[in-house]
Each structure stands twice: as structure tokens, then as C-alpha cells.
């Protein structure tokens, strides 16, 4: 009997670890493979044949990596580019040594090109190795899928803190603006979001070229209107010439020529003091709480993380089943919000960004439309029954410390 | 009958709202007055007549209130200064025009300076009125209690978001380190605090001048030693001399002649950085998420914030009660926390500042004892059990916008 590898890569989330779980549970309650090997950090793991067998990982520890937030293998941002021979040999290689038939690679859009890229290099050069994908990004920001695991629990978290935030700042009379920076590179899924709560007056996405004058104008009538001005703003926003907002913040290079991004809030509470509207601003950066927030999972992203897990293993099982990606689309069934599986070719997922659609936009920052909002509104409902150790949700030690 | 004013000052938390809850549960379990008002913004409201009746607030409302983060009356800055004859007169006149006997003041150390002051004016010019201080504050700063309500859910939330990315950090290959800053202007408990979870690398606080050379060399040898350092700073982190980390970054006064602070996180990532230790360095800022918490609600704090809310009214029946501040101090019972209530001298409670032990503080930014990690834990034990509503907990409409 052969085995097989799960991976996991690029930015971590707060149900990454569900999915798996999926594939570890999958295959005990149905052993299609003798040993399910985790590669450790990603593709550089497999790289270096650092692998760790969770075949028989127990039921209770199943559980708790469920509510686990991160890359419980560990992830890495290595790219494995088409044409560099040696990585896809070197892949293929330290699989067949270890008799392994299937490696499922849980990411983003890189990703799931690495399991694209994979997929044709084994067919071209005849090895029987296959590759699924299991999609992951806070982002959501894949196609074609109707919203990616992770996404969720992260807006969840987003809609928590920006009306927790809300009612803190509502509660002082002072003159003031408050702004909600978010990550969202080049999709504002993440941003849009934050209206669910209600408490958004004004929302910077990257899908809308920043207008200051247009946007200064807006901030003013709210304040005029309300005496407040709450904002949220996507990290990626950015001016009609492609300049961010927040350039002129350092930036460090993250390996994968994407710049990383951060500073927008700050930039553009400068920008309103320095217009003289209010004389002060204060900013929420979520930053890296945004995708691992555990204790503020969405019941259904991590029901829908971990059957994609099982979804891709039981698929798996089938010979002719490689280069494929398995995803959730919508269907409203008695007008209620169902999760439909399927699973699509690799290059469909891969190296494309679903951007938060236009017509979803309301003009003038106003924020989003019913639609968007009857879209966001079933991902964030309910709450897992968490487990909690001294105080804070109980959490495996990752597979790469151990 | 006569009737009580209830009104919160200062910075919002996650529980304030509970102390105010336990004050009008009280009233209704015992009708000690007639009407229990609101003041609206604080003492701002009391000068403007600004009240509203919550007397019969509904028990459903009373349970959403407990779990409803920020001050549900409206907060301010306002300070009432010795010597402003007009404020306190008018105070005084607005109690006596509405009938109400006794002002329940919620608050940090400025606000139980407010109640020392309002009832020294009281018997010094023969006002019948009384004031009772009920405390609360995030920073954990006020003596003579063991500890302030507000703080623990704040340290409950950090514990959560520092384990959370710690482990999205952990996840990583890559050199560089992780900061997390927290609030804590003159005393870092918030940030000590943030030991409870195991992850913290490095802890500087407001309590230890910060030696830059001493500090790079510690980061040095936790980058040598495990290729990972994270670290946690109080915003009110500073020099030998005073001159705060973040200095240089910009500062707005907040009214009440202290400096706001902010960015030390970010100072910090630079100063390492600059040093050539890492190329890189993550900054979490967790700024206004930390006191308003209300999805991350330490249960003790909750139970205790109401409670206090249930005693301060209790003992105000007694007519010589005025002056007073309501608290907790700890003691073990069968190895077990407890929390005992007590009410002491406003006096006490006003303008001093409870600095984080130095005697729990370890050499060379190495974090907490033994002994204040049991401090903390049983503090953040428990989680109530939350009504969501949209995906997010459920919170009653701020008095302030009805």
C-alpha cells in the first residue's frame, strides 16, 4: 500500500490546520494510504525530506489541531518555478523514496500552481506521482470557488474587533476619526467584510482608485452629519496611478516580488488631520491577528476547511485524480446557505485573483450593497465549541517544533 | 424615595458595562431608590443634565449589557479640578434638582479622584449628596486592590492574540523577529501579562529603564539559540532617562496632560533591524482591541465587574457611606482564588499608580516569576457563555445614541 504527503504553504490562517485534520481523519476512517507523512514547512520540507508521520495521530489530538490556528507543519514561501528542474526531480524523488503516491498541498494561488506546475512536470517526464490541492487564503480572493477556507474566520474576527472598536470609540464625545486597517493585497473581500457589523461609514478597497479630495469630502459630511467617522481600510488601497497609500512606509521584500504592505491606516490619518476636518485620528492595525484567530473561528469555515481535507483524500483515491483542486461553491437551498463540493483543474486556481466585484461597490466609500452583504452574512454565523487551557483555546505544539 | 446616578469616565473596557449592569440588577432585586439614572458622557452629561432612566431596564438587556464592551453611557475626559467651584456646584445642583442621593462613579484613578473630590466638597459645604467610586481600568493600576476590573479580560484577549501569533510566526523559516505592543502607560501589568501563554521571548516593560545594547544582545541570543524571538512591549516602554521608545513618533494630549503614546512596537522592529541581528522584524500593535474585548471576556472579570456593580449599590444603603470605592483583594481558599469585596477610602484609590512588582520582573527582559505567573492565571479562567447575534456577540445600543 502506498502513502501519502500533505504540505501546507504561504500565509498561515485560523482553520489551515482543519483541513489536515481532514486528510489525517479521512484516512483513518478509510486507509486508502499506509502512512500519511506531513512535509515540514511546506515544499522546502519535501525538499529536504523532512516529513512527519501523522497516520495515526489520536482522535483527541484531532480535535484540538481543529482550533490549532497557523501552519501546524510549519509553511514556507519558496517558490518552485517552472523550468527549475532540479526542485520538481528533487520533489519527485524523495516522494517515490518514501513510497508516496498523492501529495496534497494546502495554500493559495501559488499554491495551487506549485500543484499545477507539479502535476505537468510528472506527466511529461512519466512519473506516477500525483498532486491535489486543498485551497487556503484569508484573502478569498481564489477563483473558481465561491470563497476560500480561512476567509471566514478571519472576516469573523474582522467584524468582532471593528464593532468592539466601534462602541469604544462611539463612546467619547471628542472630535475624531477612527480607521481599521486590514490585509487585503489586491483583493478587498477581507475589508468589505467589516460591514457586516454595521458600523462602517466609510470603506477604502483596492478594487477603487483613492480619490482624496472625493474621499476628504466624505469624512467631512460624516462628521458634520454624526460627529464620527468610523473608516476601514484595505492595506492594499491605492491611488488611480497605482502608487499605495501607504507608500513611503519601509517595505520589505517577501520573496515572492509581491511588496509587503502596511502603514495605510497611519498614511491616512495623516492625510484627515492634515486636512484640518478633525484634529485627530486614531488607528487599528489587525495585521497578523486577522488570520489566526482561533478563538474567534466560524463554525462553518472550519467545517468546510476540514471536509475539503476529507473531500480531497476520499477523491484521492481514485488513480486517475491529479492536478485537480477541491473548493466549496454556494447553493441556497430553502433560501438557506448550503456548502457545495466539487473539485476543478489546478490551473483554473492558479495565479488568478478574484477581486471583490465591482457592482458590489456602493459609490463614494459608502460602503456595500445588499448583495454583498446577504453574501458575507451566512459565512461568519456560529461558533465551534472550543476547548480552552489556561485561559486561552487549548492548541497543538506544531509538528515543526516537535 | 430618592434616586442614584450611575456614570462612567475614562477609558472603556471590556466589563465596565457589567459594573453598570450590577448596579441596576441591584436596584431591581432590592429597590433601594426610586429611579436609577444614567449620565450620559460622564460626568460631561451630569454638568449638561444629560441623564436617562434605567430603571427598568429589561433582564435580557441587563445579560446583553454584561457582555457589551465600551462604556454603554458614553465616556469623557473631562476632570473635575479642586477649586472649580462652579463644577461641583453644579453637580450638586443637578443631583439635588432630579432627587438623586447618591452618584455611583465608574472609573481609573482619575475618576476615584473625582469622587474623592465631589465628596469632600459635599461635606464642606453641607450638600447632602454622596459618591461612590466602582473601579476599573485595563492597566491594572490601582491600589489597594489586587486587581481592577477590566484588566483581566484585557489580558485574557492578549493572551489569546500573542499565542495566536506566536504560532503564525512559529510557522515560519525565515529570520526575522515578531513584536507585539500592548497598552500599559506607566505600569505594565497588561504586558507582563502576556507571559501566561509561554510564547513571549523578550518582555520590556515601563517598569525597567530599557538598555538598547543589553537588549540587542538578548535578541541576538534568542536568534542564535532558536532562530525565533518574540517579543512583547508596554507602549509606555522607556529609557533611563525617561525618553519614551516611541518617541519621535508623533503625540496628540489627550486632555489630561499625559502623553499618548504609541509606535514603540514599530521603534522597536527598526531599532533591531538597524542592528543587523534580522533583517526583518513583524510588528503587532494591539492598541484599542485590547480593552474592548467583549468576544474574549474573562469570566472572573465579568462575574466580579457586576458584582462590584451589586455591592457598591448594597452598601450605599447606608447613609454614612459616601466617599468609598468598591473593590477586590484575593485570597486563597484551598489553593484556590477567591475574590473577597471589599470598599475603601477614595482617597486610596486616586491618582497613585500600582507599578508591576519588581521583584517579578526577571534579568535581562526574560519575562515573570513563578509567582506572578500564578498571579495572573486564575484571572483569565473561564469563559462566559456569549448570545451572538450576525456572528458577532450580541451589545445593546449605546445610551448615549437613544
Not at 502506498?2 to 489525517?24: D, H, R
Not at 499545477?116 to 512536470?121: F, N, R
Not at 507608500?247 to 490619518?269: I, P, R, W, Y
Not at 488631520?273 to 463554525?299: E, K, M
Amino acid at each position: 500500500m502506498a502513502n501519502c504527503l500533505v504540505a501546507q504553504s504561504g500565509g498561515p490562517t485560523a482553520v489551515i490546520n482543519a483541513s489536515l485534520a481532514g486528510v489525517i481523519r479521512a484516512n483513518q476512517l478509510n486507509p486508502v494510504y499506509e502512512h500519511v507523512y506531513g512535509g515540514i514547512n511546506g515544499i522546502e520540507g519535501v525538499l529536504a525530506d523532512k516529513l512527519y508521520d501523522l497516520t495515526n495521530l489520536p482522535g483527541r489530538d484531532i480535535e484540538i489541531l481543529k482550533q490549532t490556528p497557523s501552519s501546524a507543519l510549519g509553511t514556507c514561501r519558496y517558490k518552485m518555478k517552472r523550468g527549475q528542474e532540479a526542485d520538481f526531480k528533487r520533489v519527485v524523488e524523495v516522494m517515490a523514496a518514501h513510497d508516496i503516491e498523492v501529495l496534497f498541498y494546502i495554500g493559495g494561488n501559488d499554491s495551487m500552481d506549485t500543484v499545477d506546475a507539479l502535476s505537468e512536470w510528472a506527466a511529461a517526464n512519466g512519473a506516477p506521482q500525483r498532486f491535489v490541492g486543498i485551497p487556503k487564503t484569508v484573502d478569498n480572493d481564489l477563483v473558481p470557488v465561491d470563497h476560500c477556507p480561512g476567509f471566514a474566520s478571519a472576516a469573523k474576527l474582522a467584524n468582532q474587533i471593528v464593532h468592539a472598536t466601534y462602541l469604544d470609540y462611539a463612546a467619547y464625545t471628542r472630535p475624531e476619526v477612527f480607521i481599521t486597517e486590514i490585509m487585503g493585497r489586491d483583493a478587498g473581500w477581507l475589508a468589505a467584510s467589516c460591514c457586516v457589523c454595521g458600523n462602517v461609514d466609510l470603506l477604502i478597497l483596492p478594487e477603487k482608485p483613492f480619490d482624496k479630495e472625493a474621499f476628504l469630502a466624505q469624512v467631512q459630511k460624516k462628521i458634520a452629519e454624526a460627529g464620527e467617522c468610523y473608516i476601514v481600510i484595505s492595506e492594499g488601497a491605492r491611488y488611480a496611478d497605482g502608487t499605495y497609500i501607504s507608500a513611503g512606509e519601509s517595505k520589505q521584500d517577501d520573496g515572492f516580488a509581491h511588496a509587503v504592505l502596511g502603514g495605510a491606516g497611519q498614511t491616512l490619518k495623516q492625510i484627515i488631520v492634515d486636512s484640518g476636518i478633525v484634529p485627530r485620528g486614531l488607528v487599528q492595525d489587525l495585521s497578523r491577528a486577522t488570520r489566526s484567530s482561533n478563538f474567534a473561528q466560524s463554525a462553518v469555515d472550519v467545517s468546510e476547511a476540514y471536509e475539503l481535507g476529507m473531500s480531497a483524500h476520499a477523491r484521492s483515491a481514485n488513480p486517475a485524480f491529479t492536478a485537480q483542486v477541491v473548493g466549496v461553491q454556494r447553493e441556497m437551498v430553502d433560501g438557506r446557505y448550503n456548502a457545495k463540493f466539487f473539485a476543478g483543474p489546478a490551473s483554473e486556481f492558479a495565479n488568478f485573483v478574484k477581486h471583490f466585484p465591482e457592482e458590489w461597490i456602493l459609490p463614494d466609500y459608502q460602503g456595500i450593497t445588499e448583495e454583498a452583504l446577504d453574501y458575507f452574512r451566512p459565512l461568519i454565523e456560529g461558533e465551534p465549541k472550543l476547548v480552552y487551557e489556561n485561559g486561552i483555546p487549548a492548541t497543538l505544539v506544531p509538528f515543526n517544533q516537535r
